[in-house]
Structures are given as structure tokens and as C-alpha cells.
């Protein structure tokens, strides 16, 4: 069965500084991937997603996460945190039953620190 | 643009008055799920819409229930609310692929 694990529930960085939310993944088929992003009262975003082209993924607001087979990992990276990045995190894998459903790891709350 | 759209956002009831959230899409998708989401968890898939399939998780409640009139709205309703059904209601749809799913900014459901 598909699962994913978030390491931290919390992470606080500086502004400018690196930001990396890790996400390692189980999956017994090559696996789709995203990462979500959830501001406080609203709904998820999608951030980026790994379909297995590109092992690189881009996504908004200068994310970019890198699929590791090797590692099962899908860690979402950006070079410089901005205060308007703290939010909740969630990494998602792909299952598909008849339609699509997704598995989410129990988040990830972002806090930039000025 | 198109969207996913949720009425209302903030809702309150009385413990045990039935209470129907909505959710409404311009994206043409074929399916649309409902989640469930509490303070700092995770999204909950409570069932979703295969086209007009409807797919109860086996975990879900019975006090939960939705319909599904067309392609563009889906309704959850839920007969008697407990207090411990306060939480955010996500609705959200997607397409047989690409397999991204796109969600609604919820409606925050308060029981008194």
C-alpha cells in the first residue's frame, strides 16, 4: 500500500535562508507525487507534481522538489524563504482506484522567522 | 477562471440540524471528492464521484451523506451534526489524468 512519511511536523527557518520539507514515500508502482501548499482558512494548492517524466520538478513560487528512487524521497526545496511562504505543507502520493485518490503525509507547518 | 467553488465558507449549525455544504466546478472534471480536515491534520477523504459512481470510504461515518444532481455540483450532507464534526470541509475534483487534484478554499463548519 501507498504511504507517505513527513519528517517534522514543524520547521522554522529565516527569511532568506534555505527552505527543505522532507518526504519520503512507499509505493509497491512508480508513484505520482505532489506537494501541496495550505495558507491558513483556504484550501490546498497544488505546488508541483513528479508523474515520472522529469526527476527535477519546478513548481510555483520558486519550489522545486527532486524524485530519488533510491531514497523514495520527494523533498521540497526553495534557495530563499519568504515571509509570504509560512503555511502547511502536505506531500501526496498518487493511488489509483477507478479514480484517482490521494495519500497524504501529516504535514508540515512552515515558519519564516524575520 | 476556472474553478472550485464553496458556499458557503463559514458555516454554523446546531448539534443534531442537518446542515448541506456546496460545492460547484467549471473545470469539467469527472470526479469530485469531499474531505474532511481538522485542526492541524491532514485532508480525510470522507467518498467521492467517479462520474455518477458514488464511492463511500469504508471509515466514513453514515451520518455523512452527498449527492451528486450533474457534472458541476456535488453536495455533502450531513443528518446530524455532533460537535465533533466541526472541522473544515474540503471539496475537490480532478480528471482521469492528468491526476492532479484541485480543491476548493473549504467552508469552516463550527457546531454549537
Known amino acids: 500500500a501507498q504511504s507517505v512519511t513527513q519528517l517534522g511536523s514543524h520547521v522554522s527557518v529565516s527569511e532568506g535562508a534555505l527552505v527543505l520539507l522532507r518526504c519520503n514515500y512507499s509505493?509497491?508502482?512508480?508513484?505520482?507525487l505532489f506537494w501541496y501548499v495550505q495558507y491558513p482558512n483556504q484550501g490546498l494548492q497544488l505546488l508541483l507534481k513528479?508523474?515520472?517524466?522529469?526527476?527535477l520538478v519546478k513548481g510555483i513560487n520558486g519550489f522545486e522538489a527532486e524524485f530519488k528512487k533510491s531514497e523514495t524521497s520527494f523533498h521540497l526545496t526553495k534557495p530563499s524563504a519568504h515571509m509570504s511562504d509560512a503555511a502547511e505543507y502536505f506531500c501526496?502520493?498518487?493511488?489509483?482506484?477507478?479514480?484517482?485518490?490521494?495519500?497524504f503525509g501529516q504535514g508540515t507547518r512552515l515558519t519564516i522567522n524575520p | 477562471d476556472a474553478m472550485v467553488i464553496q458556499n458557503p465558507r463559514y458555516q454554523v449549525t446546531q448539534f443534531g440540524k442537518p446542515v448541506t455544504l456546496s460545492c460547484s466546478q467549471t473545470?469539467?472534471?469527472?470526479?469530485m471528492y469531499w474531505y474532511q480536515q481538522k485542526s492541524s491534520q491532514a485532508p480525510k477523504l470522507l467518498f467521492h464521484?467517479?462520474?455518477?459512481?458514488?464511492?463511500n470510504e469504508a471509515d466514513t461515518p453514515d451520518n455523512f451523506q452527498s449527492r451528486r444532481p450533474n457534472t458541476s455540483f456535488c453536495f455533502l450532507d450531513i443528518r446530524s451534526p455532533g460537535l465533533g464534526d466541526a472541522a473544515m470541509y474540503l471539496c475537490?475534483?480532478?480528471?482521469?489524468?492528468?491526476?492532479?487534484?484541485?480543491f476548493g478554499p473549504g467552508t469552516r463548519l463550527t457546531v454549537t
Open positions: 475537490a475534483t480532478s480528471s482521469d489524468h492528468p491526476y492532479e487534484q484541485y
Open positions: 509505493s509497491s508502482v512508480p508513484p505520482y
Open positions: 513528479y508523474t515520472s517524466a522529469a526527476t
Open positions: 501526496a502520493v498518487s493511488v489509483i482506484q477507478g479514480a484517482q485518490k490521494l495519500v
Open positions: 473545470l469539467n472534471h469527472n470526479v
Open positions: 464521484y467517479y462520474d455518477k459512481d458514488f464511492n
